[in-house]
């Protein structure tokens, strides 16, 4: 008999219940007892989501961050939050956000824990806080009272916790120790609360693993043989579990640690299952995560049978089922949508029909096919029916594909000479000024693209609603006395969504949130089909706004591989060969805009670091592609069309080289708050083409000062000849006041100015 499990069920709700009582409780409208009798009434829910398995996850709930909730169980709390008023939870949201509901902006906030990616996924954990005196105390309280909880539906409980050594490695040193050094402390703490999980009658603990499945340095393998052979004297039974990749050269080592299971990513990794069915010791179970928990599409049960089959006439009792990792990454339920095209729904499965499909796949191997026949003949319709799908598959994009060539991708001339006619033409001054693209969205702005899509206000009234921002965005510009204007995107709900709906290829989900953060959620768009652009998006706009101003305006285009990245991707082909589709998309959207007059265009890839592969090993494949997308967007321009690209992030010293070769004219990046920091790369590679490193830093309400401006550009100048340097802030601003943005941007031309009279003086 195979049996089933999950890794972890979405917290969120169902309609981001968690969410929007976390909120409440922040703002004060909810007690604290409150949110945790919702957060109770969420967890039955999930577990009644769950019923079908026979074993359920119990601790996979959070209310911000699973890795935060380790660091709490373990003791492991920074110092600067110890004697703050209040009870745990008020120090638990004040490392996952610097404040508790109690704390007043001025008095009590401190610091809050980093804050970063979980793997290669778009979910972002707080980073622990090491230190040498870093002691662990166990408090495994809520943990025991979820199982306590749990225990109440099931009988058969699984808990989750996040293995020893993942969570060494996740963590940050803070003075510089060697993390590894408090491994003996942190397995004692870890073996401590296997012995009460005993007490408490369980008999099997999900104990994640993930780095198994990275490039590991030895005394990493080392790290992990030791945990394991240490935890081995607990009566508990342990599943191992890795997910998000292969194991390749961990494989043995994953196979020979001494625990009852393991669970392996048989998406991902699928190529290495019949080596580690090899090697796996024959006491041991192996559970196989079959449905894949990274995307949002109907597994083909029967063709996963054929593959399980064998497999499970081998193993036996042995085999486990599951989804490949934790189910946080996909929606809650499709049953929730109600205006999905019914073809395309016919198509999905999140994450309540991803559990069914582990059902469907464990009665069919336990019982045979014909005890589950009408499912999977329901499965292959909607299998087939994608497949083959007229929708999915336009012959004329794919032609298009074909016929890409070198010359697509490259300039008619090298930098060096676009230069000099873009000089010419533009006759901008030293350290031009310009921003990112958006202008703050107002209350009005969002209210009106909120009626116009609920059919309050005609088509008309709406573009007249927008061209009134727009004409006050640019009057705004040009009395503050910026080089480059933008239109400042005020018909733009979100940078990929806005052009995914103009896209054919695309669909769009209402409930398909994922949990990015504590209490923000993401809804990405589903890329189901070939893609393609039936007509110009953005020229009408950019248009309407160059023709209120002599200066150049800058046409803003989201880029391909970001468009890629922050989508559910189709899994019938590759991710390079969808991006190449996105690319031709938008190229064209280029090539429209150069044509409609616009002499600048920025294709914003925000997202590109993000698609760096967990292996460094696979870092060029992606690069490449990635950055082959980029140049068959954007450089089929005249020389003297300038092309600008923007990137959220300033660490980009180890892509340095493939960011040059994207050959955009001007890159805009965000340095400020690591003060220019990301510079230091200069040193060993000289970036070819200009740049404008940002001195404002958008995430806060700060106002940067002129001389706090100049000193940033002054470093910068350093490394970066000046003629070659931009002056802008560091990422788009919608998401600040008019009130903010005009002392910062007044402040930036200022330093701007300064900067140039100096360098005329300099060179007089
Ligand atoms: N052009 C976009 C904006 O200004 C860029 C956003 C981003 O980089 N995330 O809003
Ligand atoms: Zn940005």
Redesign the pocket.
Known sequence: MVTTHSLGFPRIGRKRELKFALEKYWKGEISEQALLEIAIELRAQHWQDQAGLDWIPAGDFSLYDHVLDTSFMLGNIPARVSGLPGSAIDNYFRVARGRSVNDDSASSCVNAGEMTKWFDTNYHYIVPEFEKNTCFSLNSSHLLEQIQQARETRHQVKPVILGPVTYLWLGKSKDGTDKLDLLDDLLNTYAQLLHELENSGIEWVQIDEPILVMELAAEWKHALRKAYYQLQATPIKLLLTTYFGQLQDNLQLACELPVDGLHLDAITAKDEIAKVIDWLPTHKTLSLGVINGRNIWKTDLSATLDWLEPIAARLQERLWLAPSCSLLHVPVDLDNEQRLDTDIQSWLAFAVQKLNEVEVLAKALNHGRESVAEILQENYVAITSRKQSKRAHQAAVKARVLEINEAMGTRQSPYHQRTVVQRKKFQLPLFPTT????FPQTQEIRQTRHDYREGKLTESEYRQAMQNEIKRCVQEQEALGLDVLVHG?PERND?VEYFGEQLSGYAFTQFGWVQSYGSRCVKPPIIFGDISQSQAITTEWIQYAQSLTEKPMKG?LTGPVTMLNWSFVRDDQSRADTCVQLALAIRDEVIALEKAGIRII?I?E?ALREGLPLRKSQWNTYLDWAIRAFRITANGVKDETQIHT?M?YSEFNDIMEAIAQMDADVITIETSRSDMELLDAFDQFQYPNEIGPGVYDIHSPNIPSVESIIHLMEKAAQRIPAERLWVNPD????TRNWEEVKPALRNMIAASRYLSSQAARNAG
Do not use: R, Y
């Open positions: 921003t990112i693209g958006s995107e940078m803003m920025q914003d925000a923007h959220c990422c788009g601003l919608k």
